[in-house]
């Protein structure tokens, strides 16, 4: 279960180190957001689940062996919650992967890929940019689905 | 904020059938240890309830699938039991829902 601590000193817009160790601290700020946002419970559980990936995404591939960070700032606008992730790691859209084979049988089941696939499944928004040497991948989801 | 969510184990083995009870978190720090921690010596069936999982990512359905995968070879299957809605939903996203055991 995600433990709620208020962390006090953080809030959004966010730099923070691009770490796998830094996934839980993203995602406790993230659902605490969302709740100052009254984000209905299963817009909460699909935003968290992908920025997990995401992020994690960023933080396993952006900057290869280098040391990077990860901007992340959020918004609520229009029935829509958003979060924004931008990184200066190598040029890379998540989007214009295959999607995965989900349909045969789990012995000749590809391992991987699945991580954007599962972002795209769950989210309402999701979209790329590649700006200034920037890597802008924002989501978002309906707050009163 | 600097230790990460553990991901608990708790194993419960009955003759060929292996239940664990999970609770903590299936991401990409707590994952591998679904793989390193459960003996799969003499099973055929690996029961994960997931009745205090809030969430499942793709690193933990990816090691599901490598379990899923060792057993298959011994005519073997993982079964997931206690779902919530919103992570059946990713199971069946991932085309893993079969595995759920209603």
Same mark, same amino acid.
């Given at each position: ?145 | %904020? ?9 194993? !419960?083995?009955?003759?060929?059938? /292996?239940?664990?009870? $999970? ?26 309830? %997931? ?9 933990? !359905?990816?090691?599901?699938?490598? /379990?899923?995968?060792? $057993? ?26 079969? %595995?759920?055991?209603?």
């Amino acid at each position: 279960m995600l433990d709620f601590v208020y962390l006090e000193t953080k809030n959004f817009p966010l730099v923070i180190e691009a770490k796998l160790n830094k996934l839980e601290e993203v995602l406790t700020l993230l659902k605490n957001d969302m709740i100052k946002h009254h984000v209905s419970a299963d817009g909460q559980f699909n935003m968290i689940t992908a920025a997990e990936e995401i992020f994690a995404n960023i933080a396993s591939y952006a900057y290869e062996n280098e040391e990077g960070t990860v901007e992340i700032k959020t918004s609520c606008q229009n029935n829509i919650y958003s979060v924004c992730f931008k990184d200066r790691g190598k040029k890379y859209n998540p989007l214009k992967n295959q999607d995965p084979d989900t349909t045969t049988a789990y012995k000749d089941r590809d391992i991987g890929g699945l991580g954007v696939f599962l972002a795209k499944k769950v989210s309402d928004q999701i979209s790329y940019r590649y700006q200034n040497g920037w890597n802008i991948l924002t989501v978002g989801v309906q707050v009163n689905k | %904020m600097n230790d990460n969510k553990k991901l608990e184990i708790e194993q !419960i083995k009955q003759g060929n059938v /292996l239940t664990c009870k $999970l609770s903590g978190w299936l991401d990409p720090n707590t994952s591998p240890s679904l793989i390193s921690e459960i003996n799969l010596n003499d099973i055929t069936v690996l029961i994960f309830d %997931m009745t205090n999982i809030e969430y499942v990512f793709s690193s933990g !359905i990816r090691a599901l699938l490598i /379990l899923q995968k060792t $057993l298959e070879k011994v005519g073997g299957q993982v079964k997931i039991v206690n779902v919530s809605d919103n992570i059946r939903n990713i199971f069946e996203y991932a085309g893993l829902d079969s %595995m759920i055991d209603a």
